[in-house]
């Protein structure tokens, strides 16, 4: 099955027009079952890979690369959906890509995978995606794992599973749903559960910002969180260092860890895409796309806007609720 | 009795305004409020709020022109965008959203903000200290 959707890839790939000069798409990493991102060039398309292993998030690199020459991508439906955010913020030029769109049945959660598979990783030949079973193949035997059990969470509530705008297309197009249950699920409980239970989360949180640093639309390159902004040279006494403004305070206590996630997803609001890279990057596997999820069902409720809209939402001022 | 701490970023064009002719014309609020002037309420950054929340507030106003008022044409619709997300994201944490409020006062309803901060407060009070995001000294 994904065999035939990688053939269909390079098959593409071959065909691309003359002026792409790089392609950004999945390579399968060393002594692991997985796909990593790798920018290749046009004449290392036998080195592509594919299957539901391949997670990431291409746009960032997309991103970088745009800048200097035509990029080929190889992008499932939340990929391209971040693709065209960063189009409408007008940090990609839409006519320097091209898109190769790959419908999306789902990745999987490869922390769930690993605790699942009986053989060792790096003996894994390959993990195909067969109807509702992934098959994974290693030294000659092979071990059938129902899809469901594997997926990554948020795929479960995908609502763009095929790319909408892409030059070619792989695969069959899927049908995506608008889905909250689970956070209408979360709000139900009472308000002191829902803060024991975000105390929790925060409490392990280790402010690494791989969050941030992995999120293809936080680009900015001066972050609000970073603990100061202002230019500190060897001379600058103690005080005034502690005296420079800051939004956030530097200690990793619950209540900081979370005053910088609801800013960080703050400024996602009606921009998230829902790839989920923040909450794989997360080392300490903190359920980060709750509160993205949340934010999401707020502006489609509240403000009635769908990040699909050719008019970003920060600057969409008539749609706001009566006071 | 509890002393509430109570930050307000009162726009400089109509809250603050407001703020001083209720001064000028000799109407009581509470001494709790403290306002801070901001040029703008669009220019609230969410990230004052919370910080001023972690500093050890117990409510925090926001206060600007009313809808279509706004020296600059559209600020406040702005901030009124932020507060309805920060509201709701406070809300879905567990944090006592009731404490964040957003308030429409021109600069001639002096009467009107003393009377919105009068009942803040004791609505504040009653509800007690904040401790959930308050800096604690570990």
């Known amino acids: ?323 | 009795m509890f002393d509430p701490k109570i930050i307000t970023f009162a726009c400089n064009w109509c809250s603050y305004a407001g703020a001083d002719l209720a001064g000028t014309s000799r109407l009581k609020y509470p001494d709790n409020v403290r306002i801070i002037r901001v040029m703008c309420s669009g220019m609230v950054n969410p990230g004052w709020v919370l910080r001023a929340f972690r500093q050890g507030a117990d409510g925090v106003v926001i206060a600007g022109c009313h809808p279509g008022d706004c020296h600059y044409t559209v600020g406040n619709y702005y901030a009124k965008k932020r507060y309805i997300l920060l509201k709701e994201l406070m809300k879905f944490v567990g944090f006592d959203d009731e404490r964040f409020k957003l308030l429409w006062a021109s600069a001639s309803e002096g009467k009107l903000f003393a009377e919105e901060m009068t009942a803040f407060t004791e609505k504040i009070r009653e509800m007690g200290p904040q401790e959930k995001l308050r800096r604690k000294i570990e």
């Open chain 1, 1 to 323: 099955m994904n065999s035939e959707i990688l053939e269909k890839i390079k098959e593409e790939c071959r065909k691309l027009p003359d002026d792409v000069s790089y392609i950004v798409g999945f390579v399968r990493k060393q002594g692991e079952p997985r796909e990593i991102l790798r920018v290749l060039r046009p004449g290392e398309i036998d080195r592509l890979s594919y299957s539901p292993l391949s997670s990431s998030n291409p746009s960032r690199i997309v991103m970088d690369l745009a800048k200097s020459g035509k990029v080929a991508v190889i992008a499932k439906g939340c990929d391209v959906r971040t693709l065209k955010q960063l189009e409408k913020e007008e940090k990609i030029k839409r006519e320097r890509v091209y898109i190769i769109g790959v419908s999306c049945p789902g990745v999987i959660d490869y922390r769930k995978f690993r605790n699942a598979v009986k053989f060792r990783l790096s003996e894994i030949e390959s993990v195909e995606l067969v109807g509702d079973d992934v098959i994974v193949k290693a030294n000659g035997n092979e071990q059938r794992i129902p899809f469901n059990e594997l997926i990554f969470e948020n795929c479960l509530y995908c609502e763009q599973p095929t790319p909408k705008d892409c030059d070619v297309l792989i695969g069959e197009p899927r049908e995506g749903r608008t889905d909250f249950s689970d956070i209408e699920e979360f709000e139900k409980l009472d308000r002191e559960e829902r803060w024991k239970y975000w105390m929790d989360v925060f409490s392990k949180c280790i402010r690494c910002h791989a969050c941030r640093e992995v999120c293809p639309i936080c680009y900015c390159e001066e972050c609000l969180v970073d603990p100061s902004n202002l230019a500190v040279s060897p001379m600058t006494p103690a005080e005034e260092k502690a005296a420079y403004p800051r939004v956030l305070g530097k200690t990793v206590s619950a209540s900081d860890n979370m005053v910088y996630h609801l800013m960080r997803v703050l400024h996602h609001a009606g921009r998230c895409a829902g790839c989920g890279e923040c909450e794989r990057a997360c080392p300490m596997e903190l359920p980060l796309l709750k509160l993205e999820r949340k934010l999401k069902k707020v502006v489609y409720e509240v403000f009635n806007y769908s990040p699909d809209e050719e008019i970003p939402f920060l600057s969409k001022l008539d749609i706001l609720p009566e006071v």
